[in-house]
T-cell receptor, first 115, second 117 residues
């Protein structure tokens, strides 16, 4: 079993739709949860960063973490064609001496927002 | 602020040849990472440097891959000899060295796309 599972999609939605992207994980030590957006032929860029459980909102984006279910979500409201990209979840556990361990990425979900 | 710079952008080689990639991190970032991203997969960490010391190279195939970060700034990743399964995008990333864990956010370059024929 992979440490992080993510549906690769592709996911196609009309402009203005609410998008839900999800990841599950198996390592209960994970405490840092991130969502990266990756446009074609570009490197990933950090979108959202949450620590432990709860919700975090930033504009049209909301990240949720449910540690009891080992499940994280990213919601995109009023989706735009410019949101078309691959969305990668990533997570890490606390390491020794206060530093975090390496990030473990999901496979990414390809999202296409149709105008 | 300039981002993470990588070169070359694309590279095509034949198997058993050697290849090298270069990375210049964001100024002031002490931590540098090399990731391998195979088509349809998420990035996988190959090696992590803190200044010019190696923090984690547990997933680096050391029989063919090597990396160095002289003077704690630029870094090069080399593959010798290359295999077909090394075809991937090689991403360099950097982050601030901070005691605050929430500051360990990675900034990625655009990557080098390697095709091994």
């Amino acid at each position: 079993q992979k440490e992080v599972e993510q549906d690769p999609g592709p996911l196609s939605v009309p402009e203005g739709a609410i998008v839900s992207l999800n990841c599950t994980y198996s390592n209960s030590a994970f405490q840092y949860f991130m969502w990266y957006r990756q446009y074609s032929r570009k490197g990933p860029e950090l979108l959202m960063y949450t620590y432990s459980s709860g919700n975090k909102e930033d504009g049209r984006f909301t990240a949720q973490v449910d540690k009891s279910s080992k499940y994280i979500s990213l919601f995109i409201r009023d989706s735009q064609p410019s949101d078309s990209a691959t969305y990668l979840c990533a997570m890490s556990a606390p390491g020794r001496g206060g530093a975090t361990n390496k990030l473990i990425f999901g496979t990414g979900t390809l999202l296409a927002v149709q105008p | 602020e300039a981002g993470v710079a990588q070169s070359p952008r694309y590279k095509i080689i034949e198997k058993r040849q050697s290849v090298a990639f270069w990375c210049n991190p964001i100024s002031g970032h002490a931590t540098l990472y090399w990731y391998q991203q195979i088509l349809g997969q998420g990035p996988k960490l190959l090696i992590q440097f803190q200044n010019n010391g190696v923090v984690d190279d547990s997933q680096l195939p050391k029989d063919r891959f090597s990396a160095e970060r002289l003077k704690g700034v630029d870094s090069t990743l080399k593959i010798q000899p290359a295999k077909l399964e090394d075809s991937a995008v090689y991403l360099c990333a950097s982050s601030l060295d901070s005691a605050d864990r929430l500051n360990e956010k990675l900034f990625f370059g655009s990557g080098t796309q390697l095709s091994v024929l």
